[in-house]
């Protein structure tokens, strides 16, 4: 039987997708939040940056609240054969929660230091809304919205609570690297978990060199 | 070529309330920081939207509450350079200026009036330069430049040279003038500064409190400013309270003087105002002995501070200002004031 690859697999694919979905989803929120009306912001913040400090655990519990089998939002999601409960992109689900308030306050803290002037002279020039977000807000912020990216990529790959809550331990359909780690280490493979371990780590270490590598690029091209 | 602007809007704790006519040549609104100038320029703009009134260019409508007219700023084709300039950072030289041609959809035009505006502006040689590379005036240069080739039919300057350091800014006054000599529309130009008032414009508005309190030609601004705020505003450093005595005297009870003025005097005046340059010894009208305070000594003009000598106690001294030459060897025991140089100031 050759060696089950399929945890490094499945991680990568979850924290990848749930790193796209909240990329989006992050500075959507950060850029209309910083729009709203003071006492709405403040809610809308609470909410969105719970996931950030109740235990994941907790997150997996409510997931489970709304998208369970029995639940009506999970029963409505099974006519068209959509079912986050047990399955690897459930996970998606789970890591995109936990991960969100990441991107969303990272982004967010990048868009209120933005010089808002260069947006006014975009508009009176007459550059479109979405030339001037994504030619000149983004570019302008690309620091703090790489480093909330890396953040939630991290913290998507490394997501157990919510994760073992929603989508449970099924090798070779459920199994993310997280999960594989404590199973082992349960059924006393000491090996087995150690080794898994050391991908983490492996993954993490690239993780954080190629953005470093990023930003020492990108103070080299600001000086030239 | 006129822009006519009536807004009200509320802000903080006062009502800003303009009402504003500008025709082609250079406007310029003068006020202390936060009575709200820059805000109108935002409103005109379409940055910011008043709560009421009116706003037209050349006959386009930019906004209109009873017509439920707001143009979004694209629509406007009003330049605006703002006080840092709002270069793009992540721009170069040229891909700042290109920004202002995107309406150009002609790419060889687009090319033509980019090298255009480049050699007019003598920017040739740093349109690959990012702005963090730029001197202030060069982005100065730069962002004027991005705001031309856009062909603006209203341009609204805001504090434009207070980003500068004091000795480029009397140089770069000079390029800017004649640069928009050739501008042949309205320009709105905010500022603090009365100097820069004095040398860019032909006419001004004082702004305070959110209040337009008079528009005229600068020049006539100057010689008689007409209220206490525009008398402060033009840099009048001894104002008192007065009152009507007849056609041509004023009482004034603070400094203790009656002076007779040139310009007959309306029911209705509140104060007097002297300019500190206008006190002279030999002056042989409105001539009033005076007591020696304290003075201040300036690169080439030396202030004098002085009393009447009938003064009451808890008013301030009076400034005398006069270059250094000029400065008599001992103080004189009486001072004159030419009484075309009183200024009868309403409310």
Redesign the interface.
Known sequence: MSFDWYPLWNSLRIAAISCVLVFFLGIFFAYYAAKLPRLVKGILDVILTLPMVLPPTVCGYFLLLIFGVKRPLGMFLMQFGIKFVMTWYGGILAAAVVAFPLMYRTARGAFESF?Q??A?????????NA?IFW??RM??CRQGILAGTVLAFARALGEYGATSMLIGYTPGRTATISTTVYQLWRINDEAGALFWVLINLAISTVVLLTVNMLESRQKKA?AK | MSLIVDIRKQLGSFLMDVQLTAERGITCLLGASGCGKSMTLKCIAGIEKPDSGRIELDGRVLYDSEAGIHLPPQARKVGYLFQNYALFPNMTVRQNILCGLCRERNPEEKKRRLEEVLRLLQLEELGERKPNQLSGGQQQRVALARILVNDPQLLLLDEPFSALDGHLRDSLKIELRDLLARYDHTVLMVTHDRNEAYNMSQSTAVMHQGRLLSCKPTKTLFADPGSVQAAVMTGCKNIAPAERVDEHTVYVPDWGVRLSSRDPIREGLTAVGIRAHYFNPGAPQNRFPVVYVQEMEEPFETILQFRYAAQTADSPPIWWRLSKEKRPQSFPEELGVSPANILLLYD
């Open positions: 010089d002037t260069l006014y002279s975009g508009q009176t020039l007459g550059l479109s030339y030619r000149i570019p302008a600001v």
